[in-house]
């Protein structure tokens, strides 16, 4: 698929804030609203972020969004610390940066953006 292809060769950037836990796994702070007035008031509230919990593959894919590594090598390096625990690496990678930046969780940037 050539959607597949373009994906692939995109530098992920995050967009939002994380935590990491004890335990290595990322919760990703999502905020709760688009609209920026609706923003601060859920700051007042002290309820700005959505805590958005990774799993362990999860984890290990958005700590490696830091706009320098593309997509293709970010599966491979999923292919080698997963190894057969990890069918379907590519496929499962390329549906989660779907949703990352549907959710404008991340950006995906061309090389030459």
Known sequence: MRDD???LSC?????????VGADGRVVVLQPRFGWK????????????????KLDEVG???WLRC??????SEIVAALEQHFGDRLPQAQSRTLM???SLARSQLIALRRRSD
């Open 5 to 7: 292809a373009v994906i």
């Open 66 to 71: 830091d706009g320098t590594a593309a997509v």
């Open 59 to 61: 984890s290990f894919t």
């Open 11 to 19: 530098l992920p950037q995050r967009l939002a804030e994380h935590e």
């Open 37 to 52: 007035p609706l923003q601060a008031l859920m700051v007042r509230w002290n309820r700005p972020h959505v805590r958005v």
């Open 96 to 98: 989660f940066f779907r």
